[in-house]
């Protein structure tokens, strides 16, 4: 079961990150402007986003083996509606369909996973789904894109909506909620699920994990999903296969550091909020380095963006940790759906105004909107730098969830978490 749900979820990341290789194609196939195109993007985030409480709160009632079904047939409408569309239009509606199979389906292997793995091996577990389900990111930067070059629009599309109907069917056969689970499906009235929903709102260290969330993901949802292959493959110029290569690096790099940050969370659970910060810290570095270099940025530079802001997607799973460890198993799919909302939030928003940026700088600057000018590396210099804003708000917030979350903890269970320089000379002196 554990083998099918993960290739459910490679397959849903699959079908996610299935619009930025084809970027490029996308904007001569429906002849719009970089605004247009995120706008195509940002509707299947917006759909993900706001689907994930109503997915959480069914979760608590129905359990995850139908909502992963569901997910998958979803999937394979919206892909299919992609493939067929003539006009960008139709285009959103399969992205929209896509983004709400999407929804359901990473919060409810969550949720199966809790409920066959004891709780000292979730922070591991749920690392390798999120770590292993990444490498859908390679399906579509490889077979997808050479589908998209040596096939064209349709037939790549089509292949991709097949893949979810063998997971679909995967999902059917084997799949099952857990005894305990199953009998926990004599479900809470809607009143109590809106109730623990609200108390779920409610705490600190659900909070914490949205913000978590929040910080962490979005760079590597943005680069990975839209805006990193144009950026690499025509604002830098290293083309097609290049641009690929490196996006699916962040695969690579995900599978190595999710199961290290997933030990070291399970090592060290007071200092997860701190583990999520050093990898916004690193981020920002990477980012200003590029982003501040003069003229061209060495490749080598360009890789090191690449992989660091790649580690932010398994430091995004310390949030759903924190949703875990702050809620009851009663409450546990209402919270981890609020908590997922957070990095799909900062997402759409990034996603969105680097769109609305390149497209004014390409006016001011008398462009045509063809690719080569719009997609200039000047222009994303502009653009990118939205990334400093949004998840410095996010990183603001977090501090604040921080604190309220300790206090809570110091009031109601007498715990009390010094702060991470004051835990670090302790160790030291200890040592000597």
Same mark, same amino acid.
């Given at each position: 079961m554990f083998g099918v749900v993960v290739f459910a979820y490679l397959v849903a990341v699959m079908q996610r990150s299935s619009l930025g290789v084809a970027a490029v194609q996308a904007t001569e196939r429906f002849d719009v402007a970089a605004t247009a195109l995120s706008a195509l993007a940002v509707v299947q985030l917006v759909v993900y986003a706001a689907l994930?409480?109503?997915?959480?709160?069914?979760?608590?009632?129905v359990g995850p083996k139908l909502l992963l079904a569901l997910g998958a047939g979803l999937m394979v409408a919206g892909q299919t509606t992609l493939a067929l569309s003539p006009t960008l239009g139709v285009a959103i509606v399969g992205r929209m369909?896509?983004?709400?199979?999407?929804?359901?389906?990473?919060?409810?292997?969550?949720? *199966?996973?809790?409920?066959?793995?004891?709780?000292?091996?979730?922070?591991l577990v749920s690392q390798l789904l999120g770590s292993v389900g990444q490498f859908g990111q390679v399906l579509s930067a490889f077979p997808l894109a050479l589908a998209l070059h040596t096939w064209g629009w349709t037939p790549?599309? *089509?292949?991709?909506?097949?893949?979810?109907?063998?997971?679909?069917a995967c999902l059917l056969l084997i799949v099952r909620n857990s005894q305990a689970a199953q009998s926990r499906l004599v479900s809470p009235s809607w009143a109590e699920s809106m109730r623990y929903l609200k108390e779920s709102f409610a705490r600190p260290g659900t909070q914490l994990g949205f913000w978590s969330h929040f910080v962490s993901q979005s760079s590597v949802t943005v680069f990975a999903l839209l805006w990193g292959f144009p950026f690499l493959s025509v604002g830098l110029g290293y083309g097609p296969t290049a641009a690929a290569g490196l996006i699916t690096l962040t695969v690579g790099i995900g599978a190595i550091s999710g199961p290290v940050l997933g030990l070291l969370a399970a090592r060290f659970p007071f200092r997860r909020s701190s583990l999520v910060l050093g990898v916004v810290a690193a981020m920002a570095v990477a980012w200003g380095l590029v982003l501040g270099w003069p003229g061209q940025p060495p490749l080598v530079l360009i890789v090191v963006l690449v992989c660091v802001i790649a580690i932010g997607g398994p430091a995004s799973l310390i949030g759903l940790d924190f949703a875990r460890s702050f809620n009851p198993a009663s409450a546990l799919g209402s919270a981890s759906g609020f908590v997922n909302v957070g990095g799909f939030t900062a997402s759409f928003v990034m996603m969105f105004l680097i769109g609305v940026l390149l497209d004014a700088v390409d006016r001011l600057?008398?462009?045509?909107?063809?690719?080569? @000018?719009?997609?200039? *590396?000047?222009?994303?210099?502009?653009?990118?730098?939205?990334?400093?804003?949004?998840?410095?708000?996010?990183?603001?917030?977090? *501090?604040?969830?921080?604190?309220?979350?300790?206090?809570?903890?110091?009031?109601? @269970?007498?715990?009390?978490?010094?702060?991470l320089w004051v835990a670090l000379m302790r160790s030291w002196r200890r040592a000597r």
């Amino acid at each position: 079961m554990f083998g099918v749900v993960v290739f459910a979820y490679l397959v849903a990341v699959m079908q996610r990150s299935s619009l930025g290789v084809a970027a490029v194609q996308a904007t001569e196939r429906f002849d719009v402007a970089a605004t247009a195109l995120s706008a195509l993007a940002v509707v299947q985030l917006v759909v993900y986003a706001a689907l994930q409480i109503p997915t959480g709160v069914l979760l608590d009632r129905v359990g995850p083996k139908l909502l992963l079904a569901l997910g998958a047939g979803l999937m394979v409408a919206g892909q299919t509606t992609l493939a067929l569309s003539p006009t960008l239009g139709v285009a959103i509606v399969g992205r929209m369909l896509v983004g709400a199979g999407d929804a359901m389906t990473f919060i409810s292997a969550i949720r *199966l996973l809790a409920a066959w793995f004891p709780p000292r091996r979730l922070p591991l577990v749920s690392q390798l789904l999120g770590s292993v389900g990444q490498f859908g990111q390679v399906l579509s930067a490889f077979p997808l894109a050479l589908a998209l070059h040596t096939w064209g629009w349709t037939p790549a599309y *089509l292949s991709a909506a097949a893949l979810s109907v063998i997971a679909l069917a995967c999902l059917l056969l084997i799949v099952r909620n857990s005894q305990a689970a199953q009998s926990r499906l004599v479900s809470p009235s809607w009143a109590e699920s809106m109730r623990y929903l609200k108390e779920s709102f409610a705490r600190p260290g659900t909070q914490l994990g949205f913000w978590s969330h929040f910080v962490s993901q979005s760079s590597v949802t943005v680069f990975a999903l839209l805006w990193g292959f144009p950026f690499l493959s025509v604002g830098l110029g290293y083309g097609p296969t290049a641009a690929a290569g490196l996006i699916t690096l962040t695969v690579g790099i995900g599978a190595i550091s999710g199961p290290v940050l997933g030990l070291l969370a399970a090592r060290f659970p007071f200092r997860r909020s701190s583990l999520v910060l050093g990898v916004v810290a690193a981020m920002a570095v990477a980012w200003g380095l590029v982003l501040g270099w003069p003229g061209q940025p060495p490749l080598v530079l360009i890789v090191v963006l690449v992989c660091v802001i790649a580690i932010g997607g398994p430091a995004s799973l310390i949030g759903l940790d924190f949703a875990r460890s702050f809620n009851p198993a009663s409450a546990l799919g209402s919270a981890s759906g609020f908590v997922n909302v957070g990095g799909f939030t900062a997402s759409f928003v990034m996603m969105f105004l680097i769109g609305v940026l390149l497209d004014a700088v390409d006016r001011l600057r008398g462009g045509t909107g063809v690719p080569q @000018e719009l997609y200039s *590396l000047d222009s994303f210099r502009i653009a990118f730098l939205v990334q400093y804003l949004i998840v410095g708000v996010g990183v603001g917030m977090l *501090l604040h969830a921080r604190r309220r979350t300790r206090r809570r903890m110091h009031e109601e @269970e007498g715990i009390e978490v010094a702060p991470l320089w004051v835990a670090l000379m302790r160790s030291w002196r200890r040592a000597r």
